[in-house]
């Protein structure tokens, strides 16, 4: 029985480290340009050893997709209980992008589109019922907190800026040889985020933003 268990425990942890080492991958490479040869390779395990856990590179994807979007709402948890108020929510969440947007290269999320669509299917699901609704949630909160403007229109808003984190990683728009992907997303976000608040809500976001500043 113990055997067993153990046998368990270490097809979980070999399981684990194949898509550790996956994700770094393919966010430093993109998805397309690594091969179930170099995983094996970076992790010194054969191949084989790979296959014996997953069917093929789609299901690592997939894989590691799951995770991803169960860290996403863990961390936008995290923002919720230990943020004061939306404002304050919004400027952490930019250093959290900060740290996620510099490791993952352009091309991640347009490989996953062209080469993996179930696994893309399954990010689309994650936008509509999780992204959209949170985007939605705090922008309602902030409209109650009086940092934003009670006039804006929360369903338009949220759609959009639902669609510019996706817009961000868009090599046709904005080359990655002139842009980066962390300078891109978080101008997105800082301009959409003056562009709702009300005179109150502008004097406490840039208070914040100093204080982001001087602490670092």
């Known amino acids: 029985m113990y055997s067993k268990f153990l046998m368990i425990i270490q097809a979980m942890e070999i399981k684990e480290r194949i898509i550790a080492k996956a994700r770094e991958q393919f ?25 014996q856990h997953y069917e093929d590179k789609d299901a690592i994807v997939n894989q590691l997709m799951l995770g991803e979007m ?43 589109k062209k080469y993996h669509p179930k696994t893309w299917e399954l990010f689309q699901e994650h936008k509509q019922n999780f992204i959209l609704g949170a985007i939605k949630q705090d922008l309602i909160e902030g409209i109650e907190q ?14 959009m800026r639902m669609e510019q984190i996706e817009l961000g990683f868009d ?38 933003q100093q204080l982001a500043a001087d602490n670092k």
Request: proline residues 4%; contains cysteine.
């Open 27 to 51: 966010f430093r490479y993109g998805v397309k340009s690594v091969t179930m040869d170099d995983i094996a390779s970076e992790l010194g395990i054969s191949k084989k050893t790979i296959y």
């Open 146 to 159: 009086g940092f934003f403007r009670p006039e804006i229109k929360v369903d338009i808003l949220a759609k």
């Open 70 to 112: 169960a860290n996403d709402k863990c961390e936008w948890e995290a923002l919720n209980q230990n943020s004061k108020n939306v404002i304050e929510k919004t400027v952490k969440s930019m250093d959290i992008f900060k740290q996620v947007f510099s490791e993952i290269n352009p091309s991640t999320f347009f490989d996953i």
């Open 171 to 208: 090599p046709q728009i904005y080359p990655p040889n002139k842009f980066t992907v962390v300078e891109v997303e978080l101008t997105l976000l800082d301009h959409f985020i003056r562009g709702v608040l009300t005179e109150k809500g502008l004097e406490v976001y840039q208070a914040y």
